[in-house]
């Protein structure tokens, strides 16, 4: 029947290996492969996962956690040694009453019945488990690790927004913009009167026990040329699988993206030129990167979230044990939009794998700092 295995580590230098389950003890990552040298300290940690705990807001699920990291291992005097990183947060505030009593009727639009099927009924149910929105709590910490070190040693920055919640779409902001007011909004929109009618249009959805969804884009700054690797190694592949590691994430792109339809050669390609005795590209269509590898462009990609699957409304299912149909409503609490905590996991990711691709080029040394005494 299969092997019982799960896909939890990510990586090939920098690695990660995710554990925790949303109503089990804790959640939380281990990294393996982080250059010795970085200077860490929880606080780099925690300010990332502040931007994603529960709680925030109402626009995001009441769950209370405070979500404070654990640094155990890997770290030693305030910088790291080149051992493997593990970090977690312990669960509080989990209530897993609602999961006993419709432990057999499996929510629409979640993961219920495919992992039950896949695990045989064995998997922790609660809250999810492995499949919770919680899980990305371990990938936020990993994110930081990772955003730390292609900061200090590339001074490559990776920031995210909300482009698009409910159909409201966020119009053209520069970097600046996003630097400013992204933290500023419920949202985390980069345009604040945007912000305000997406706030609105996530409001009018959970008021009517429903929900929806939206676009996080994302953009790596500073990223040198040469990083990635043809042929089943790209960039591209290897950010898009680690993107879709975040529950409901159902498309990525990559600069113009879908938008590629649509255009001739001659409004795609990004020309190059000399600046500064240096090439560059005019353009930046392709989102930074060519053949699977970075260009010098920054790195663009959108993300699609679709509409948080537990809902209040009643929603049509199978009663497993009976095997009738029956109807569910979702109670508990859920996130009536995902986006606004999504913009600090997507950053993770991409960090992530950047992270672990310019390790791979050689870009970041092993050893960050030689001690000498
Ligand atoms: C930060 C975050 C929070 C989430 N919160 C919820 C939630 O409150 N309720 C829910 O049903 N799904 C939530 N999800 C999404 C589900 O975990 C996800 O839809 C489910 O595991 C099925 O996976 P799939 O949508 O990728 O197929 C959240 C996802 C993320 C990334």
Redesign the pocket.
């Known amino acids: 029947m299969g092997g019982s295995r799960m896909g939890n580590s990510l990586g090939r230098i920098f690695r990660m290996t995710s554990f925790g389950e949303s109503h089990g003890r804790c959640v939380g990552v281990v990294v393996d492969g982080c250059p010795a040298g970085l200077s860490l300290t929880p606080v780099d940690i925690q300010g990332e996962l502040d931007r ?1 705990k529960p709680g925030q807001s109402h626009v995001t ?1 009441a769950r209370a956690e405070s979500d404070e990291v654990e640094l155990l291992s890997g770290v030693f005097n305030g910088y790291t040694t080149g051992a493997p990183v593990c970090m977690l947060v312990w669960n509080r505030d989990t209530d897993s009453s609602e999961y006993e009593e419709r432990r057999w009727t499996p ?1 629409p ?3 219920d019945w495919t992992a039950h099927v896949r695990y045989g009924g064995f998997n922790d149910y609660r809250g ?1 488990g492995r ?3 919680r899980i ?1 709590a371990g990938y936020v910490m990993a994110g930081a690790l990772a955003k730390k070190l292609l900061k200090d040693t590339l001074d490559v920055e990776v920031l995210a927004h909300a482009k698009e919640i409910g159909g409201v779409r966020a119009p053209e902001t520069s970097i600046d913009e996003i630097r400013s007011n992204t933290e500023s909004n419920l949202v985390r929109c980069a345009d604040p009167e945007a912000a305000e009618r997406m706030a609105d249009v996530i409001r009018a959805a959970a008021a009517e026990g429903d929900s929806v969804g939206g676009v996080v884009e994302c953009i790596a700054l500073n990223c040198p040329p040469g990083v990635g690797d043809p042929v089943f190694d790209t960039l591209e592949g290897d950010l898009t699988k680690a993107l879709f590691a ?4 159902k498309a990525v792109e990559f600069g113009l993206g879908r938008g590629f339809s649509y255009v001739r050669g001659s409004e795609s390609n990004d020309a190059y030129t000399v600046e500064d005795g240096r090439l560059t590209l005019e353009t930046n269509r392709a989102g930074g990167i060519h053949g699977g590898i970075t260009n010098g462009m920054p790195v663009t990609c959108t993300v699609t979230f ?1 509409p ?3 809902i209040g409304k009643p929603q049509k299912t199978v009663d497993l044990k009976t095997m009738e149909e029956t109807t569910i409503e979702t109670k508990g609490r ?2 009536p939009c ?1 986006v606004p ?2 913009v600090p ?1 997507v950053e993770a990711m991409v960090s992530v794998v950047l992270a672990d691709h310019a390790l791979m080029a050689g870009l970041i040394p092993r050893v960050l700092e030689e001690i000498v005494e």
């Open positions: 994603r699920t929510r639009g979640h993961a999810g499949f919770s929105g990305t975040i529950p409901a994430v679709k948080t699957p537990s859920h996130d995902i905590r999504a996991v």
